[in-house]
């Protein structure tokens, strides 16, 4: 167990102001929450289950940590969900993109901004662990004490008031505010159990189940021998099963894996693929092309005039790797050396038809574990979104992906666990309320 103990500054024993406060998890929310508790002079003791702090941050953005997003509140908040995004609204105006990006350069690390928005540290091999020693850094400052190797097992108290947590050797830790921290259920190797939830559930909070979000998807039949092979510039598609009605659609690249399709498309259409799968029939295809049917059509009767001698194979080309040409006459039933001027018309629909929905098939169930969030969490609609209090308690502070708070990829689960830290950690004097 890697116990540090650093001098406790605004310790409140002298009867004034400062309170203790523990803060459960050592990742990007409970940094942040910590570094806030403290400066305020509060007497910090933060524990954590790895040997060291902030491990799914280190891994975050291959290695390289996609810190936020660049834009204003109000243009990061329209991509979370309708409820997720006003309970966010207080926490992205106190300590939005900007902010992370002020602290991180205060401690050395500089950040840029990407094409699409994503803001990542300046290149360097290790720069997701730039991050976290940049805030262990703050952290030290402001004489927090934080005890690694330290699991909790349990919360112990009644509402209105959380006493303490146990931790698993036994032992307790008391304090005055709690504030919990522990991250989602996904990539439980990086510390993440999701088992803070159900002790919270059995304290009477409400919460919604973990489930399954930015995840790959399995596929009932899946093409191991595709592993690598990526389908560009078209749109990932949700059927109620075979030829159903489309349920959502997600435009991006999928990638091919060995069980099933990953890629930015698949990450984020695995939530929506899931809740359809428990819900009876889903189905998944990919439409290469952006132009609907008719134009698509058109296009090919177009080339049977203009160029009729153009091979099939060469206009799919332009649409599909190579090593899914072949694939695509053997399931049309096309010779290889089809020419566009030969083609029927029914064949020439059924291309159309395959273009517009390669299909995929249907997916197996998507793993929690491999998600690069965990949707479900506490309830948002049980927490005071200006200060991350549980209602109903006096004491008991939650934050990061913890809560009910799922966004898509590109730096926005980051700044949502930032900025709920940051609130979370503003505690308030011993005469107010937590
Ligand atoms: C592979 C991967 C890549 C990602 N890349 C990005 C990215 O580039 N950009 C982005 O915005 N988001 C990314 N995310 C998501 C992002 O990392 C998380 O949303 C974010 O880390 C959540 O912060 P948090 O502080 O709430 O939880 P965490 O960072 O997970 O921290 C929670 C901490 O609590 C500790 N803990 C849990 N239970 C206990 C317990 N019982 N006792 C003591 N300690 C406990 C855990 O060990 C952990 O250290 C990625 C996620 C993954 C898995």
């Given at each position: 167990?890697?116990?540090?103990?650093?001098?406790?500054?605004?310790?409140?024993?002298?009867?004034?102001?400062?309170?203790?406060?523990?803060?459960?998890?050592?990742?990007?929310?409970?940094?942040?929450?910590?570094?806030?508790?403290?400066?305020?002079?509060?007497?910090?003791?933060?524990?954590?289950?790895?040997?060291?702090?902030?491990?799914?941050?280190?891994?975050?953005?291959?290695?390289?940590?996609?810190?936020?997003?660049?834009?204003?509140?109000k243009?990061?908040?329209?991509?979370?969900?309708?409820?997720?995004?006003?309970?966010?609204?207080?926490?992205?105006?106190?300590?939005?993109?900007?902010?992370?990006?002020?602290?991180?350069?205060r401690?050395?690390?500089?950040?840029?901004?990407?094409?699409?928005?994503?803001?990542?540290?300046?290149?360097?091999?290790?720069?997701?662990?730039?991050?976290?020693?940049?805030?262990?850094?703050?952290?030290?400052?402001a004489?927090?004490?934080?005890?690694?190797?330290?699991?909790?097992?349990g919360?112990?108290?009644?509402?209105?008031?959380?006493?303490?947590?146990?931790?698993?050797?036994?032992?307790?830790?008391?304090?005055?505010?709690?504030?919990?921290?522990?991250?989602?259920?996904?990539?439980?190797?990086?510390?993440?159990?999701?088992?803070?939830?159900?002790?919270?559930?059995n304290?009477?909070?409400?919460?919604?189940?973990?489930?399954?979000?930015?995840a790959?998807?399995?596929?009932?039949?899946?093409?191991?021998?595709?592993?690598?092979?990526?389908?560009?510039?078209?749109?990932?598609?949700?059927?109620?099963?075979?030829?159903?009605?489309?349920?959502?659609?997600?435009?991006?690249?999928?990638?091919?894996?060995?069980?099933?399709?990953?890629?930015p498309?698949?990450?984020?259409?695995?939530?929506?693929?899931?809740?359809?799968?428990?819900?009876?029939?889903?189905?998944?295809?990919?439409?290469?092309?952006?132009?609907?049917?008719?134009?698509?059509?058109?296009?090919?009767?177009?080339?049977?005039?203009?160029?009729?001698?153009?091979?099939?194979?060469?206009?799919?080309?332009?649409?599909?790797?190579?090593?899914?040409?072949?694939?695509?006459h053997?399931?049309?039933?096309?010779?290889?050396?089809?020419?566009?001027?030969?083609?029927?018309?029914?064949?020439?629909?059924?291309?159309?038809?395959?273009?517009?929905?390669?299909?995929?098939?249907?997916?197996?169930?998507?793993?929690?574990?491999?998600?690069?969030?965990?949707?479900?969490?506490?309830?948002?609609?049980g927490?005071?979104?200006?200060?991350?209090?549980?209602?109903?308690?006096?004491?008991?502070?939650?934050?990061?992906?913890?809560?009910?708070?799922?966004?898509?990829?590109?730096?926005?689960?980051?700044?949502?666990?930032?900025?709920?830290?940051?609130?979370?950690?503003?505690?308030?004097?011993?005469?107010?309320?937590?």
């Open positions: 167990m890697g116990v540090r103990f650093l001098e406790v500054i605004g310790v409140g024993e002298t009867g004034v102001r400062a309170r203790t406060v523990v803060v459960l998890g050592g990742g990007a929310a409970g940094m942040i929450a910590t570094w806030q508790a403290a400066s305020l002079g509060h007497a910090v003791t933060m524990l954590e289950a790895n040997g060291r702090l902030g491990v799914k941050l280190r891994i975050s953005g291959g290695g390289k940590c996609n810190v936020t997003h660049e834009g204003s509140a243009e990061l908040l329209v991509v979370f969900a309708k409820e997720q995004a006003r309970f966010l609204r207080p926490a992205f105006h106190a300590f939005g993109s900007g902010e992370i990006r002020d602290l991180l350069q401690e050395g690390v500089e950040t840029y901004v990407r094409e699409n928005g994503r803001v990542f540290p300046k290149d360097s091999p290790g720069s997701a662990g730039e991050v976290v020693a940049a805030m262990q850094r703050v952290l030290e400052r004489g927090v004490q934080v005890r690694t190797g330290a699991r909790v097992a919360l112990v108290g009644v509402a209105p008031r959380l006493e303490a947590l146990t931790l698993e050797d036994g032992s307790w830790v008391r304090g005055d505010v709690f504030i919990l921290a522990a991250g989602g259920a996904s990539y439980p190797e990086t510390g993440t159990r999701g088992e803070v939830l159900e002790a919270l559930r304290l009477g909070v409400v919460v919604n189940p973990w489930f399954p979000a930015l790959p998807i399995p596929l009932v039949a899946p093409r191991p021998e595709w592993e690598g092979v990526a389908l560009r510039d078209g749109s990932l598609q949700l059927h109620a099963g075979a030829g159903g009605k489309r349920l959502a659609t997600f435009a991006g690249d999928v990638v091919f894996t060995r069980s099933g399709i990953s890629g498309a698949a990450l984020e259409l695995s939530q929506e693929v899931e809740r359809a799968r428990r819900g009876g029939l889903a189905w998944l295809s990919y439409a290469l092309s952006s132009l609907n049917e008719e134009l698509l059509d058109a296009q090919l009767q177009q080339l049977q005039q203009g160029n009729p001698h153009l091979a099939v194979r060469t206009w799919l080309q332009r649409l599909l790797p190579e090593r899914l040409c072949a694939f695509a053997a399931e049309l039933a096309l010779p290889p050396d089809q020419r566009m001027k030969d083609l029927p018309r029914a064949a020439r629909r059924s291309l159309v038809a395959w273009v517009r929905a390669f299909p995929l098939g249907e997916p197996r169930a998507v793993p929690l574990s491999k998600g690069e969030v965990a949707a479900g969490g506490v309830r948002l609609d927490i005071d979104p200006r200060t991350m209090a549980v209602k109903g308690w006096e004491n008991l502070r939650v934050c990061g992906e913890l809560l009910d708070i799922d966004g898509p990829i590109g730096g926005y689960n980051l700044q949502a666990a930032f900025s709920t830290g940051f609130l979370a950690g503003q505690v308030g004097p011993s005469s107010a309320f937590s």
